[in-house]
């Protein structure tokens, strides 16, 4: 029965890579958090030792160690980084300017670009007007959990009354 699958499997995605599309084998077992980071107010993120594991492609994972988390919030809507999608994170604790990471500041989480200014002053830069960026400073707790490396799309759904509109 497993070769089965197997075969129609492979059939599938040749039949996707001749519709133009890169299918991609999902082999590769990363730890998930069911838990949002919040882009916006940064807030808290709930328990994240609850962690599973999701399937990914090698491709997306790269070599270092990686974690999946969940967004929620509209403040990295023009980074294309939205509300119910998920991203995965480089475990790492050096950044770049324009690297998106998640960071903790004073017991609670955010999802933000980090920069740094001519001063040397680092800050964590919503990509939302409506958000005013955060200023890093010494008397702060700020710890950092990872850079985005991938972000994961959630399915754009149509409203109702779109649907609607359609079938009528």
């Known amino acids: 029965i ?3 699958h197997m075969t129609e499997n492979v059939a599938s995605g040749r039949v996707m890579e001749k519709a133009g599309m890169k299918p991609m084998l999902c082999d590769c077992p990363v730890q998930y958090y ?3 980071v919040q882009a916006g107010i940064p807030t808290e993120i709930g328990d994240p030792e609850r962690g599973e594991y999701l399937m990914l492609p090698r491709e997306l994972v790269g070599l270092r160690p990686v974690f999946v988390i969940h967004v929620s919030g509209d403040s990295m809507k023009e980074a294309d980084v939205n509300d119910g999608d998920q991203v995965s994170l480089e475990a790492c604790d050096r950044f770049n300017d324009g690297d998106i990471v ?3 500041i004073d017991g609670k989480y955010t999802i933000k670009t980090y920069f740094v200014d001519e001063g040397g002053n680092p800050w964590l830069v919503p990509q939302n ?3 005013k960026p955060i200023r890093l400073t010494e008397d702060m707790d700020v710890r950092f ?3 985005v490396v991938n972000v994961i799309k959630a ?5 109702y009354r779109e649907l609607a509109r359609v079938v009528s």
């Open 2 to 4: 497993l070769a089965d």
């Open 34 to 36: 069911d838990a949002d």
């Open 102 to 104: 998640v960071a903790y």
């Open 129 to 131: 007007k409506a958000y």
């Open 145 to 147: 959990f990872g850079r």
């Open 155 to 159: 399915p754009q759904r149509p409203s």
